[in-house]
């Protein structure tokens, strides 16, 4: 076999291993090694890939972003900070049809921007706004599928995982990314609410028969500052400090973390015996995730020994493809893909093939990135994987919404998040802007 033969079919062996349910950097790993071994016939190169990869990733700095921002994203929901964004969102869209569906789709904006989990969020909101929902006689499609759809928010509001796990494969500026995903996300979330007005509207039946987001009680101004001052102090110190240039990336996390942990600890949300637990599960999470981009980079630096981006380049190039073929067929990939595997797996396997390819055509990698991260969290909304729909089955746990409710609540959702995710294909200014 040759080299690309090779390269090539390392590709399709690390979909199946994942998909058969092989942990995904030891997938990467393995085929990745075997793979180099097979193309030199030497054992001792794929120790030094082994090595390269592993030296350099422990070595970059900000690496240090990923337990700062895991363990701020903890703290925030140890501190009930979910509960207060849900009460003064859904307080604001008490009154329109289809508000508390507004309410949960803002909130969860807002979580994400101080949280950066989707999974998080999915789990925070299923728990506070599905109930309320249900009691209030929306569809229960709607009330699960609002939730999973605007959970995702939480992969393209940074501080999000993905944007850093994005950063480091195609070796990207963490601040960058985070700044480029502020305008996608929120053109996501006024499509969401957008989408619920229109539904209210020629649509219905989806939404129920709920008209009000729960009991028309008004918030003092006090308790209005109480619930919204500590946000926005997390969300001022962390996307500002990094926007204005006063802040590194890692310098952000830090400070959001003391923040967090500071207004867990007034609100006295935090114990001793809670603060060991969310240091023990931020060093779990962060090794889990280094241990995947370590591998990650083992996986690319294969397909460029393979030769494989070059010759996918090639390949594309001699059917004379242009911009919007090669963006459709990139799409189409993921969205495949999205089926069978989660966010970060599609991440790392699509976006080596296909980089070099990119910067050939001159295109900023940053954009592409953003497109990336949108385009794999649609496979969060479609069956049959779908961890958000996953997440809220199990964390409702009601007989009465089966999954097959969950997707199909979350089926308009991923519909709006490909039409946005055209509009951020034709327009790259939409992500890029910011950084100009």
Not at 6 to 24: D, E, K, W
Not at 82 to 97: A, E, K, L, P, S
Not at 316 to 331: P, R
Request: proline share 4%; charged share 10%; glycine share 10%.
């Amino acid at each position: 076999m040759s080299p690309v033969e090779i390269g090539a079919f390392s590709v399709a062996a690390i979909v199946a291993l994942v998909y058969i349910g092989v942990y995904i950097p030891i997938a990467l790993g393995l085929v990745s090694f075997i793979s180099i071994w097979l193309i030199s016939g030497k054992a001792i190169l794929a120790f030094n890939f082994l090595k390269i990869a592993v030296g350099d990733g422990v070595a970059e700095y900000e690496f240090a972003t990923i337990p700062l921002f895991t363990v701020m994203g903890l703290l925030v929901s140890r501190a009930g900070l979910g509960t207060d964004i849900y009460t003064v969102m859904n307080r604001g869209f008490r009154r329109v049809t289809g508000g508390i569906g507004m309410a949960t789709v803002g909130a969860n904006a807002v979580f994400a921007a101080v949280t950066g989990s989707s999974i998080a969020s999915a789990s925070v909101f299923t728990k506070i706004s599905v109930p309320e929902m249900l009691k209030l006689n929306y569809n229960p499609r709607f009330a699960v599928g609002v939730v999973a759809g605007s959970s995702v928010l939480g992969m393209i509001i940074p501080p999000s995982a993905m944007l850093i796990i994005y950063s480091f494969v195609a070796e990207q500026s963490v601040g960058e990314m985070f700044i480029a995903g502020i305008v996608p996300g929120l053109i996501l979330t006024v499509a969401y609410i957008a989408g619920i007005l229109l539904a209210g509207r020629f649509w219905p039946s989806f939404l129920g028969s709920g008209r009000t987001g729960g009991d028309d009680v008004a918030l003092s101004y006090y308790e209005l500052l109480e619930k919204t001052l500590p946000i926005v102090a997390l969300i001022v110190i962390v996307l500002g400090g990094i926007y204005t240039g006063w802040l590194t990336p890692v310098e952000a996390g830090a400070a959001g973390a003391l923040a967090a942990l500071v207004i867990a600890v007034l609100r006295r949300r935090m114990s001793w015996k809670s603060l060991w637990f969310t240091a023990i599960e931020t060093g779990h999470i962060t090794a889990s995730i280094l241990f995947l981009i370590t591998m990650a980079s083992l996986y690319s630096r294969m397909l460029g020994y393979a030769g494989l981006p070059n010759e996918l380049d090639t390949l594309l190039q001699t059917y004379d493809l242009g911009f919007m073929e090669i963006m459709i067929i990139y799409v189409a990939l993921m969205l495949f893909l999205g089926t069978l595997l989660d966010t970060a797996s599609i991440i790392l396997i699509v976006v080596p093939l296909f980089i070099t390819l990119i910067e050939s055509m001159g295109l900023s990698l940053v954009w592409f990135g953003i497109v990336t991260v949108i385009g794999a969290e649609i496979g969060l909304l479609t069956p049959p994987l779908g961890i958000s729909c996953f997440v809220i089955k199990a964390t409702l746990n009601n007989p009465k919404i089966s999954l097959k409710d969950v997707f199909m609540g979350a089926f308009p959702f991923a519909v709006i998040m490909l039409i946005v995710l055209v509009f951020l294909i034709r327009y790259p200014i939409l992500s890029t802007g910011l950084l100009n």
